[in-house]
């Protein structure tokens, strides 16, 4: 490690120290361990993480994000930041949504519920649903404590050790038992400080027969091009609930992104996770994880990529069947476009009996100079398990696009038809209005491409 | 004038010849039938006339509406009017018959707060094909035989082509799809007063449709062409190899007759 890290190492412990000082014993402790443990990691040159591109994380800094005043609404946003959150299933009305997060930097600048959540969901149930600042809640809540890093330990590797250390901001949300959340819940993270590293926290808690669907859009705006965002998201399903996520990247050319999200899923718990990659990025690199650890669980986990200019994202995700009866679907779909990389992958594991799995990566490459690769991966203990995969990577066929000429679209139509409705992976429970609109993004994003 | 004017066309594949000199005239309104034995080379003529990059013309000229049509791409002769209804149409994953059939009757791309689904409804419902059913189907996608014909009819149908050449519209259908297929292109050709080029192997569609003219197609050539009351009870009655067989006898008679 040379000298500037170990400065730039020292210099934070400084910051760091001081900013921990409002939080509990135990968090204080678990952090100061973590930042051990990234330092080890760095002095020692331990290997990064399992997959994505290494880079230099101490070339960013979690602390030099600039403080933001509180804004009473969504519109006060600039027409940029406006068109960009909608571009990440951000509602700028708020229009058939429960409520908003928003968080620029690390500030939380917005938080509120809408009137139509207020007359339904809160009217019936006034605390059914808590949302709050990660950092507020570890102060109010001390059982958090013990799901803190509880599915991503913090020695995991070194990009999980430094959010762990170095987190700020971030969101708690907790359904209470029974209460259903029917309109969507979003959060919104913006990065707007010049190689500013966003570590956000998000822990969610659905208890059991609860219902909650999350719309996390990470963003940064025109101005920004460089930084990283590295977020822990760690869901709790509880029995019989119901938690969808869906979470969208839409970054700039120069961004790291290292989202870690984790769900253990409860008996007869249903969790649906979607991954949606549209924007430019230098590296991404995802895998989501699902433990379903109750009986009869189910988890759906669906990465739809759209690879542009030169990004290089490494998107999969794996599922662990823990209990008997457990059924999950990892579908990833990616379009590469420009000079964009998109490796993708998938991987099942079964350790209990009646298990039923199945995974599929297709990749449609646009651009001469794009690359795809996948990798799925089977593993069972149990010979009651049944686990399948499917994988293919191609272009077009031309079939295909002449079927679509000869109806009078032309090649860029045609093209850009297919690309979408391969991109359009049916989704039950999703909200149709959500869907047009991830579309729409895809549609804008391809246009631009092709 | 001919709509469609084609002089001595010759198509390869992979530098094997296909067409082997087809000469073939529509004109505005006629209802031409192609027939021939399979492989003959019939949908290879109608796809070197929508102009898949495959079928390569090598010689004879190909014009619709006096225009050259070999300079011109797949969508530009659609454009011009030339439309297809495909045998076997390839199934598109992800595309939705409804948008793909308000992109081709020039409608705005639908909108889930609409709450009519709008043009793309009657094209469905003009070929009898349930709406809840088909709207949101991908195209062809788990279609049976009769459902892809009758979304290949909506498709072109939505396009109103100057031309529909239709390839085997009633192979694969039952006798009450055949029915309704035969009367919705009826129908529409009167309408809009399009002129067919149909291929098929059976006359029962032909009931619905009067042809002007039907063309016998063998090994890449037309072979003959005349009345479809008489050419055709002569095909089913001998079978292709017969048919053939009697024309060169003819030849050779003609031959004899000429030089002794």
Same mark, same amino acid.
């Given at each position: 490690?040379?000298? !500037?890290?170990?400065?730039?190492?020292?210099?934070?412990?400084?910051?760091?120290?001081?900013?921990?000082?409002?939080?509990?014993?135990?968090?204080?402790?678990? !952090?100061?361990?973590?930042?051990?443990?990234?330092?080890?990691?760095?002095?020692?040159?331990?290997?990064?993480?399992?997959?994505? @591109?290494?880079?230099?994380?101490?070339?960013?800094?979690?602390?030099?994000?600039?403080?933001?005043?509180?804004?009473?609404?969504?519109?006060?946003?600039?027409?940029?930041?406006?068109?960009?959150?909608?571009?990440?299933? =951000?509602?700028?009305?708020?229009?058939?949504?429960?409520?908003?997060?928003?968080?620029?930097?690390?500030?939380?600048?917005?938080?509120?519920?809408?009137?139509?959540?207020?007359?339904?969901?809160?009217?019936?149930?006034?605390?059914?649903?808590?949302?709050?600042?990660?950092?507020?809640?570890?102060?109010?809540?001390?059982?958090?404590?013990?799901?803190?890093?509880?599915?991503?330990?913090?020695?995991? %590797?070194?990009?999980?050790?430094?959010?762990?250390?170095?987190?700020?901001?971030?969101?708690?949300?907790?359904?209470?038992?029974?209460?259903?959340?029917?309109?969507?819940?979003?959060?919104?993270?913006?990065?707007?400080?010049?190689?500013?590293? =966003?570590?956000?926290?998000?822990? @969610?808690?659905?208890?059991?027969?609860?219902?909650?669907?999350?719309?996390?859009?990470?963003?940064?705006?025109?101005?920004?091009?460089?930084?990283?965002?590295?977020?822990?998201?760690?869901?709790?399903?509880?029995?019989?609930?119901?938690?969808?996520?869906?979470?969208?990247?839409?970054?700039?050319?120069?961004?790291?992104?290292?989202?870690?999200?984790?769900?253990?899923?409860?008996? %007869?718990?249903?969790?649906?996770?979607?991954?949606?990659?549209?924007?430019?990025?230098?590296?991404?690199?995802?895998?989501?994880?699902?433990?379903?650890?109750?009986?009869?669980?189910?988890?759906?986990?669906?990465?739809?990529?759209?690879?542009?200019?030169?990004?290089?994202? %490494?998107?999969?995700?794996?599922?662990?069947?823990?209990?008997?009866?457990?059924?999950?679907?990892?579908?990833?779909?990616?379009?590469?476009?420009?000079?964009?990389?998109?490796?993708?992958?998938?991987?099942?594991?079964?350790?209990?009996?009646?298990?039923?799995?199945?995974?599929?990566?297709?990749?449609?490459?646009?651009?001469?100079?794009? =690359?795809?690769?996948?990798?799925? =991966?089977?593993?069972?203990?149990?010979?009651?398990?049944?686990?399948?995969?499917?994988?293919?990577?191609?272009?077009?066929?031309?079939?295909?696009?002449?079927?679509?000429?000869?109806?009078?679209?032309?090649?860029?139509?045609?093209?850009?038809?297919?690309?979408?409705?391969?991109? %359009? @992976?049916?989704?039950?429970?999703?909200?149709?209005?959500?869907?047009?609109?991830?579309?729409?993004?895809?549609?804008?994003?391809?246009?631009?491409?092709? | 004038?001919?709509?469609?004017?084609?002089?001595?066309?010759?198509?390869?594949?992979?530098?094997?010849?296909?067409?082997?000199?087809?000469?073939?005239?529509?004109?505005?309104?006629?209802?031409?039938?192609?027939?021939?034995?399979?492989?003959?080379?019939?949908?290879?003529?109608?796809?070197?006339?929508?102009?898949?990059?495959?079928?390569?013309?090598?010689?004879?000229?190909?014009?619709?509406?006096?225009?050259?049509?070999?300079?011109?791409?797949?969508?530009?002769?659609?454009?011009?009017?030339?439309?297809?209804?495909?045998?076997?149409?390839?199934?598109?994953?992800?595309?939705?018959?409804?948008?793909?059939?308000?992109?081709?009757?020039?409608?705005?791309?639908?909108?889930?707060?609409?709450?009519?689904?709008?043009?793309?409804?009657?094209?469905?419902?003009?070929?009898?094909?349930?709406?809840?059913?088909?709207?949101?189907?991908?195209?062809?996608?788990?279609?049976?035989?009769?459902?892809?014909?009758?979304?290949?009819?909506?498709?072109?149908?939505?396009?109103?082509?100057?031309?529909?050449?239709?390839?085997?519209?009633?192979?694969?259908?039952?006798?009450?799809?055949?029915?309704?297929?035969?009367?919705?292109?009826?129908?529409?050709?009167?309408?809009?007063?399009?002129?067919?080029?149909?291929?098929?192997?059976?006359?029962?569609?032909?009931?619905?449709?009067?042809?002007?003219?039907?063309?016998?197609?063998?090994?890449?050539?037309?072979?003959?062409?005349?009345?479809?009351?008489?050419?055709?009870?002569?095909?089913?009655?001998?079978?292709?190899?017969?048919?053939?067989?009697?024309?060169?006898?003819?030849?050779?008679?003609?031959?004899?007759?000429?030089?002794?």
């Amino acid at each position: 490690m040379d000298e !500037r890290k170990r400065e730039v190492i020292r210099e934070l412990g400084n910051v760091y120290e001081e900013y921990d000082k409002k939080f509990p014993a135990w968090l204080k402790k678990s !952090r100061s361990l973590a930042r051990e443990i990234y330092l080890d990691y760095e002095e020692r040159g331990f290997p990064a993480c399992r997959f994505g @591109v290494d880079f230099d994380l101490l070339a960013y800094r979690p602390d030099i994000g600039k403080e933001h005043p509180p804004r009473r609404s969504l519109d006060e946003l600039s027409e940029d930041m406006k068109r960009r959150a909608e571009s990440a299933g =951000q509602s700028i009305s708020e229009h058939d949504r429960t409520g908003t997060r928003l968080q620029e930097d690390a500030t939380t600048t917005y938080l509120s519920v809408t009137s139509k959540a207020k007359q339904t969901l809160f009217s019936r149930y006034p605390d059914g649903l808590i949302v709050e600042d990660i950092e507020d809640a570890v102060l109010g809540y001390s059982w958090i404590e013990k799901l803190w890093s509880h599915i991503y330990p913090i020695n995991l %590797d070194k990009y999980t050790a430094y959010n762990a250390g170095y987190s700020r901001g971030g969101v708690f949300v907790w359904v209470k038992q029974g209460v259903k959340v029917e309109l969507p819940l979003q959060i919104c993270f913006f990065v707007e400080t010049q190689m500013y590293a =966003q570590l956000p926290r998000i822990l @969610v808690i659905a208890e059991p027969h609860s219902r909650l669907h999350l719309i996390s859009g990470c963003l940064t705006q025109s101005g920004c091009n460089a930084g990283l965002h590295g977020c822990i998201t760690e869901i709790y399903v509880g029995e019989g609930a119901e938690v969808t996520y869906s979470m969208i990247h839409n970054f700039g050319p120069e961004f790291h992104v290292r989202p870690k999200i984790g769900a253990i899923v409860e008996k %007869d718990a249903t969790y649906i996770e979607n991954l949606i990659i549209i924007g430019p990025c230098k590296s991404d690199q995802a895998y989501p994880t699902a433990v379903l650890r109750g009986e009869g669980a189910k988890a759906v986990i669906r990465c739809i990529i759209l690879g542009v200019e030169q990004s290089s994202i %490494d998107v999969g995700s794996a599922i662990i069947f823990s209990n008997e009866g457990t059924r999950a679907e990892l579908i990833s779909r990616a379009v590469a476009t420009d000079e964009s990389k998109i490796k993708m992958r998938g991987n099942l594991k079964s350790y209990a009996k009646r298990t039923k799995g199945h995974l599929e990566c297709r990749g449609l490459l646009l651009s001469p100079l794009a =690359q795809a690769w996948a990798y799925p =991966q089977l593993r069972s203990i149990s010979p009651e398990a049944d686990l399948t995969h499917e994988a293919a990577i191609g272009k077009i066929a031309d079939e295909e696009l002449y079927y679509l000429m000869s109806r009078g679209l032309t090649e860029n139509e045609a093209t850009s038809m297919i690309a979408r409705g391969f991109l %359009d @992976v049916e989704t039950p429970g999703f909200p149709p209005l959500l869907r047009h609109e991830i579309d729409k993004v895809i549609s804008t994003s391809l246009k631009r491409v092709l | 004038m001919s709509l469609l004017e084609i002089k001595g066309l010759r198509v390869t594949v992979d530098k094997r010849e296909i067409i082997k000199g087809v000469d073939l005239n529509i004109s505005k309104g006629e209802i031409h039938v192609l027939m021939g034995p399979n492989a003959c080379g019939k949908t290879s003529l109608a796809l070197a006339i929508m102009g898949y990059p495959t079928y390569k013309i090598t010689k004879g000229e190909l014009r619709f509406k006096d225009i050259d049509l070999r300079k011109h791409d797949i969508t530009s002769r659609a454009r011009l009017g030339l439309g297809m209804a495909y045998q076997s149409p390839p199934e598109v994953r992800g595309v939705k018959l409804r948008d793909i059939l308000r992109l081709i009757a020039g409608s705005p791309p639908w909108n889930p707060t609409e709450e009519k689904e709008g043009i793309a409804s009657r094209y469905i419902e003009k070929v009898r094909l349930s709406v809840d059913r088909f709207l949101s189907r991908d195209l062809n996608l788990g279609f049976s035989g009769g459902e892809r014909k009758r979304s290949e009819l909506a498709q072109l149908f939505a396009q109103r082509p100057d031309l529909m050449i239709l390839d085997e519209p009633d192979s694969g259908v039952d006798i009450d799809s055949l029915k309704l297929i035969g009367k919705e292109i009826d129908e529409f050709q009167k309408e809009e007063g399009c002129a067919v080029l149909i291929i098929t192997h059976h006359r029962h569609i032909l009931q619905y449709l009067r042809p002007n003219l039907c063309h016998i197609m063998y090994d890449g050539r037309i072979v003959d062409r005349g009345d479809p009351d008489c050419l055709i009870p002569c095909i089913e009655s001998v079978g292709y190899e017969g048919f053939i067989e009697r024309l060169q006898v003819c030849e050779r008679v003609k031959e004899v007759e000429k030089y002794g």
